[in-house]
T-cell receptor
Framework: GESVGLHLPTLSVQEGDNSIINCAYSNSASDYFIWYKQESGKGPQFIIDIRSNMDKRQGQRVTVLLNKTVKHLSLQIAATQPGDSAVYFCAETRRGGADGLTFGKGTHLIIQP | GAVVSQHPSRVICKSGTSVKIECRSL??????MFWYRQFPKKSLMLMAT?????????EQGVEKDKFLINHASLTLSTLTVTSAHPEDSSFYICSARLSLTDTQYFGPGTRLTVL
């Protein structure tokens, strides 16, 4: 089975609100986690990453939180915009990123006007 | 920076023919590239790891004789789907690992349709 999973297949939020997308992983050996955004018919686009020696990392309008105790990863998007509509995947890997990625099922984020 | 291209973006072929897909890292060198496939409304599944100058490593259940991978240079990996069948129809996506950060950057994908 998959090592990484998502809690919700679809998340609908109002434009301007904050979004939180969750992810659970099961492989305790994973040490590198990445969030990707995928628009229809395109390849995944890197958003933000975090290593297992951290529990929080911030980027521009995005924050990733890692809770290793419960093997949980989340992506927070502040002040969502129409361009944020996409499918978001969490991915995990081992050996600091040298291995291939195991992807979660994905959450489709829908921004309501 | 960290741009990855794929060619072609779409290909339609007849059953039994072979199709080659190219993956290029345009502005960085990648000793390691990866190949994934994605079915409609599904997640990406790792097929194989491509290392420059050596044989590819395939995931369990992926036939190495069917999906030939060549990584002849630090900027190019190719995936050849041999004797393609309709069940091979899928979205094939490559990634290249930026050694400085270990981050994988993805190409735009290749939509393969086998008739």
């Amino acid at each position: 089975g998959e090592s990484v999973g998502l809690h919700l297949p679809t998340l609908s939020v109002q434009e301007g609100d904050n979004s939180i997308i969750n992810c659970a992983y099961s492989n305790s050996a994973s040490d590198y986690f990445i969030w990707y955004k995928q628009e229809s018919g395109k390849g995944p686009q890197f958003i933000i990453d975090i290593r297992s020696n951290m529990d929080k990392r911030q980027g521009q309008r995005v924050t990733v939180l890692l809770n290793k105790t419960v093997k949980h990863l989340s992506l927070q998007i502040a002040a969502t915009q129409p361009g944020d509509s996409a499918v978001y995947f969490c991915a995990e890997t081992r050996r600091g990123g040298a291995d291939g990625l195991t992807f979660g099922k994905g959450t489709h984020l829908i921004i309501q006007p | 920076g960290a741009v990855v291209s794929q060619h072609p973006s779409r290909v339609i072929c007849k059953s039994g023919t072979s199709v080659k897909i190219e993956c290029r890292s345009l502005d960085f060198q990648a000793t390691t590239m990866f190949w994934y496939r994605q079915f409609p409304k599904k997640s990406l599944m790792l097929m194989a790891t491509s290392n420059e100058g050596s044989k590819a490593t395939y995931e369990q259940g992926v036939e190495k004789d069917k999906f030939l991978i060549n990584h002849a240079s630090l900027t190019l990996s190719t995936l050849t789907v041999t004797s393609a069948h309709p069940e091979d129809s899928s979205f094939y996506i490559c990634s290249a690992r930026l050694s400085l950060t270990d981050t994988q950057y993805f190409g735009p994908g290749t939509r393969l349709t086998v008739l």
